[in-house]
T-cell receptor, first 117, second 111 residues
């Protein structure tokens, strides 16, 4: 149980285009979803926290107009990177919380590798 | 800021031996959870073990066990009978409104 999927797993796009990444909790209702960014050999950096039906809370230094997060249902959150540039190339990971039997725990998607040319 | 510290950026161990990864944390809460996550080359985050702070008994999961010292705010991970598949980045994390991660320890198991 507590499976989180993420799509796509790898995306290459041209500079200036927008990219949408989907995160789904497959077998539980995720009241809260989290989006992280990870550079090679570094830890996970929290970008934003979203609760279903509410606006996302962004971490300091994260541009909310560039990284649009929507959490429209208890099983789906999306991250849209708008007008992507090469410096946005990174590994993006989503996670979901709210599984009632596993308080405090987050369940992670497999990640999305974004390459902006 | 409430932090999680992993003081060993890299470690290596021979197959079948035992290795301990260190983690210390800071918190002002009394009830919280602690986790060790493993991130292999696939980069999928995998939960290794979790510990509820209100439980005195150290958590164990097969070859993985923790030494939880609440007063010292220490939460180390012991891997027994290391296997090649244990090679990965290991992250210690503390719960709150969010997970706070340490910087990670890259563990290499050598044949």
């Amino acid at each position: 149980g507590a499976v989180v999927s993420q799509h796509p797993s790898w995306v290459i796009c041209k500079s200036g285009t927008s990219v949408k990444i989907e995160c789904r909790s497959l077998d539980f209702q995720a009241t809260t979803m989290f989006w992280y960014r990870q550079f090679p050999k570094q830890s996970l950096m929290l970008m934003a926290t979203s609760n279903e039906g509410s606006k996302a809370t962004y971490e300091q230094g994260v541009e909310k107009d560039k990284f649009l997060i929507n959490h429209a249902s208890l099983t789906l959150s999306t991250l849209t990177v708008t007008s992507a540039h090469p410096e946005d190339s990174s590994f993006y990971i989503c996670s979901a919380g709210g599984e009632t039997r596993r308080v405090g725990e987050q369940f992670f998607g497999p990640g999305t590798r974004l390459t902006v040319l | 800021a409430q932090t999680v510290t992993q003081s060993q950026p890299e470690m290596s161990v021979q197959e079948a031996e035992t290795v301990t990864l260190s983690c210390t944390y800071d918190t002002s809460e009394n009830n919280y959870y602690l986790f060790w996550y493993k991130q292999p080359p696939s980069r999928q985050m995998i939960l290794v073990i979790r510990q509820e702070a209100y439980k005195q008994q150290n958590a164990t999961e097969n070859r993985f066990s923790v030494n939880f010292q609440k007063a010292a705010k220490s939460f180390s991970l012991k891997i027994s009978d290391s296997q090649l598949g244990d090679t990965a980045m290991y992250f210690c994390a503390r719960s709150g409104s969010r997970l706070t991660f340490g910087e990670g320890t890259q563990l290499t198991v050598n044949p």
